[in-house]
């Protein structure tokens, strides 16, 4: 089983439009990450987000922390074909008491069409 | 800092050879973390160490992966007898100990073909 399910798995849309992907689990976390990745690339860190029901803006990218800390959202505005990318949400998993790896969703594939 | 380097970026080899890649991290990180990642898929842990030591492994690391990192600095993961399905892209990522606010920095990956 998944322990981060991300939703939708694919989006297609046209510039301008406004869109929101999602990161769900069962599972309370401490904290959580947004990542995107480009084809050939590695994952690049958008955010941390650590309090349950944080909101953080990173110029036109929303992301939200679930208040029980089991969820988030990630909101573009108006968005651009530069916005193109793999989604990935991730948790922090611990380990003896620090930081250990992280842990990936599967990913949202965006396609921002001019 | 140049970030993290992986090299190489492009392997293809034949079903049953030996391959080893580099990873060189951000030279003041003293955690280092190897991926894989397969097509349509988000990057699943394999193993990582804080300076010289592995700490943890994944159950997907079988007995034809190692990875070292001798002296805490670079790190190397060799695939013994390659199979079609180690087919993938191989991520690695340094960090800082500490709480969620120490970032992760991948490398671009080195994206191995056997054929």
């Known amino acids: 089983t998944q322990l981060l399910e991300q939703s939708p798995q694919f989006l297609s849309i046209q510039e301008g439009e406004n869109l929101t992907v999602y990161c769900n689990s069962s599972?309370?976390?401490?904290?959580l990450q947004w990542y995107r990745q480009e084809p050939g690339e590695g994952p690049v860190l958008l955010v941390t987000?650590?309090?349950?029901?944080e909101v953080k803006k990173l110029k036109r990218l929303t992301f939200q922390f679930g208040d029980a800390r089991k969820d988030s959202s990630l909101h573009i505005t108006a968005a651009q074909p530069g916005d193109t990318g793999l989604y990935l949400c991730?948790?922090?998993?611990?380990?003896?008491?620090?930081?250990?790896?992280?842990?990936f969703g599967k990913g949202t594939k965006l396609s921002v069409k001019p | 800092d140049t970030g993290v380097s992986q090299n190489p970026r492009h392997k293809i080899t034949k079903r049953g050879q030996n391959v080893t890649f580099r990873c060189d991290p951000i030279?003041?990180?003293?955690?280092l973390y190897w991926y894989r990642q397969t097509l349509g898929q988000g990057p699943e842990f394999l193993t990582y160490?804080?300076?010289?030591?592995?700490?943890?492994k994944s159950r997907l690391l079988s007995d034809r992966f190692s990875a070292e990192r001798p002296k805490g600095s670079f790190s190397t993961l060799e695939i013994q007898r390659t199979e079609q399905g180690d087919s993938a892209m191989y991520l690695c990522?340094?960090?800082?100990?500490?709480?969620?606010?120490?970032?992760?920095?991948f490398g671009s990956g080195t994206r191995l073909t056997v054929v």
């Open positions: 990522a340094s960090s800082l100990i500490g709480g969620p606010n120490y970032g992760y920095t």
């Open positions: 599972s309370v976390f401490s904290s």
């Open positions: 987000v650590v309090t349950g029901g």
């Open positions: 991730a948790v922090i998993m611990n380990y003896g008491g620090s930081q250990g790896n992280l842990i």
């Open positions: 030279s003041e990180h003293n955690r």
């Open positions: 160490f804080q300076n010289e030591a592995q700490l943890e």
